[in-house]
């Protein structure tokens, strides 16, 4: 066995954080102590003094995935780049088989990967389907965007909830305002009325407006439901509320009242052709646990609080936990190392023609995967090697 030694590191955890040594190995946290011996000459042995040892970030909604190979290893380096070991990819019953073939068939190296089901314009027959795939594989959730204003029929969404608490599954809704503000409010309201009716176990991706916090809110008030928050960063800096987004005050007391999940970052710009697919869009999002670091250390919370809106929560919603989401023995060996007396500017951009300043405080110094350093001063692709992670129903 090769093993992985990270040395003085300061682990985050629920009760704060405590130094301690780290050794890994077959992929697997084996032992957790103080003064841990070198087992062989042959482990690499990684000193983090001064810094935090965080469980690697979970992406519970990856929409960059594509089943060819070059997207594949680029959707790979980003999410390493920006701390993140585990995807929760969306995916139909029909091509789940595909899916697993392009992860590890085709030579591309990729993070860890579970399944959540995608339904679009679903038929009654992909319901069995889908509930042989629970069965089978242990996933314990059902995505469906919402809403989808061309072929909506709302009933279709009521014979969803119905499947998804007789079989224990959550409903993970993708939030995608189209249309009329108004027009979209009304229909979130009419689905939150159905889940609170059913209580369905249910989940909400990419809530970024009041009106869907507040529907949010009030359905967590009676069901089981939680929610990720993203946070917007805008390029021309107006004010939070002339963008009608969350403010970081309001984001960070929501994700401390309601242990809901942090979601990332997304950048918005007026200025024509700086839209997120812009290059230093890629910047910002590689420095999302920077942000959010920032904004949590300004209300009052800790390096532990980030490990668990990045990491822990969603482990521990999708079925996930102890193996992700957790610094302890028998957990998976995936581990972001952080600096945070590190300073960096997360707008730096290669771009000639735009560069601005944002220093922030918090930076990734390594990535370990699989007990393999994927991500020090440069990216180690060869040691990158995902897997299928089986989820449990909860």
């Not at 190296?109 to 679009?120: A, E, K």
Request: charged share 20%.
């Amino acid at each position: 066995m090769d093993y992985f030694l990270i040395k003085n590191g300061k682990i985050a955890a629920d009760n704060g954080a405590g130094t301690a040594d780290v050794l890994m190995g077959n992929g697997k946290i084996l032992h957790i102590s103080s003064d841990i011996a070198r087992p062989t000459t042959r482990t690499v042995v990684y000193d983090a003094e001064g810094r935090y040892l965080l469980p690697g970030t979970i992406d519970c909604n990856n929409h960059s995935l594509s089943l060819q190979e070059t997207a594949l290893a680029e959707a790979t380096r980003t999410s390493i780049l920006s701390g993140c070991t585990t995807w929760l990819h969306p995916v139909t019953a029909a091509n789940v088989e595909a899916f697993d073939a392009a992860a590890s068939g085709l030579g591309t190296p990729t993070p860890n990967y579970g399944i959540h089901f995608l339904q679009d314009r679903f038929k009654a027959g992909d319901l069995a389907k889908i509930r042989r795939r629970i069965l089978e594989l242990g996933v314990p959730s059902i995505v469906v965007p919402f809403p989808n204003y061309n072929n909506f029929k709302f009933e279709r969404i009521e014979m969803l909830i119905e499947f998804a608490v007789s079989n224990n599954a959550v409903l993970v809704f993708d939030l995608c305002p189209k249309g009329a503000e108004s027009e979209y409010t009304g229909q979130l309201n009419k689905l939150t009325q159905a889940l609170r009716f059913q209580r369905c176990r249910t989940a909400f991706l990419n809530v970024r407006y009041q009106e869907e916090l507040s529907a949010v809110e009030n359905l967590s008030l009676a069901n089981d439901t939680t929610c990720e928050l993203r946070f917007v960063v805008d390029y021309e800096d107006k004010p939070q509320s002339e963008l009608h987004h969350l403010t970081p005050s309001m984001f960070c007391h929501t994700l401390k009242t309601h242990k809901w999940t942090f979601a990332g970052t997304c950048c918005l710009s007026q200025a024509p052709g700086r839209g997120s697919s812009d290059a230093n869009s890629d910047f910002v999002s590689r420095n999302s646990l920077a942000i959010i670091y920032n904004m949590l250390a300004s209300t009052q919370m800790t390096v532990s609080d980030l490990a668990d809106v990045t990491s822990t929560r969603a482990a521990q919603k999708f079925g996930l936990s102890p193996e992700k989401g957790n610094i302890c023995v028998g957990a998976d060996a995936d581990i972001v190392v952080w600096n945070a007396a590190e300073t960096q500017n997360i707008y730096f951009s290669p771009s000639a023609d735009y560069r601005k300043t944002l220093m922030l405080n918090g930076k990734i110094d390594a990535v370990i995967m699989n007990a393999q350093l994927v991500l020090d001063d440069k990216l180690h692709e060869d040691n990158i090697a995902g897997r299928y992670c089986y989820r449990r129903i909860v």
